[in-house]
T-cell receptor, first 114, second 114 residues
Framework: AQSVTQPDIHITVSEGASLELRCNYS??????LFWYVQSPGQGLQLLLK??????LVQGIKGFEAEFKRSQSSFNLRKPSVHWSDAAEYFC????????????FGQGTELSVKP | NAGVTQTPKFRVLKTGQSMTLLCAQD?????MYWYRQDPGMGLRLIHY???????AKGEVPDGYNVSRLKKQNFLLGLESAAPSQTSVYFC?????????????FGQGTRLTVV
């Protein structure tokens, strides 16, 4: 069965430091890939998405993600983290032959130290 | 433009009681989804709809029913609530099958079953 794995449940980084959140998926074909962010008590907001083309995609709030087919990964990065980035981050995939339903990873909670 | 609106935002039920969660979207989206979010498990798809009058099962449909009588509304029903249904419920909508356009999420409904 298709699955999405976010290996890190909780990450703490210092403000101004770089960030990388990992995401791996298991499926034979290339899925459509997304990163969402959820602030406490809020719904989910789309950060970025990958459908095809350039494997490095830019999103909102200074985030970017790189699709690596050989590693089945879609890691999220930010060069310099701000305190307001503290939130939970979800990787999600949608498969063309699955009606486009989003399958989510378990989430990574990001804490930012001052 | 309200986007996706969920009502109620909070609810406490006794075991065996029934209730209906309402999701309304004003973006003329064809696709609508109900997810539940539990700690450490990400979001799991309960049911979804690809258009007015249609519904389909997701990953965890047991104990829930849905209806899409109007394009803008997607109702999630619990006929006999159980403590295992304590969760945060999110509704989402998208223009088409979700993989080529952004899915917009509501703010969530926090349900506690005692």
């Amino acid at each position: 069965a298709q699955s999405v794995t976010q290996p890190d449940i909780h990450i703490t980084v210092s403000e101004g430091a770089s960030l990388e959140l990992r995401c791996n998926y298991s499926y034979g074909a290339t899925p459509y890939l997304f990163w969402y962010v959820q602030s406490p008590g809020q719904g989910l907001q789309l950060l970025l998405k990958y459908f095809s083309g350039d494997t490095l995609v830019q999103g909102i709030k200074g985030f970017e993600a790189e699709f690596k087919r050989s590693q089945s990964s879609f890691n999220l990065r930010k060069p310099s983290v701000h305190w307001s980035d503290a939130a939970e981050y979800f990787c999600a995939v949608a498969f063309y032959n699955q009606g486009g339903k989003l399958i989510f990873g378990q989430g990574t909670e990001l804490s930012v130290k001052p | 433009n309200a986007g996706v609106t969920q009502t109620p935002k909070f609810r406490v039920l006794k075991t065996g009681q029934s209730m209906t969660l309402l999701c309304a979207q004003d973006m003329n989206h064809e696709y609508m989804y109900w997810y539940r979010q539990d700690p450490g498990m990400g979001l799991r798809l309960i049911h979804y709809s690809v258009g007015e009058g249609t519904t389909a099962k997701g990953e965890v449909p047991d104990g829930y029913n849905v209806s899409r009588l109007k394009k803008q509304n997607f109702l999630l029903g619990l006929e006999s609530a159980a403590p295992s249904q304590t969760s945060v419920y999110f509704c989402a909508s998208s223009y088409n099958q979700g993989f080529s356009t952004e899915a917009f999420f509501g703010q969530g409904t926090r349900l506690t079953v005692v």
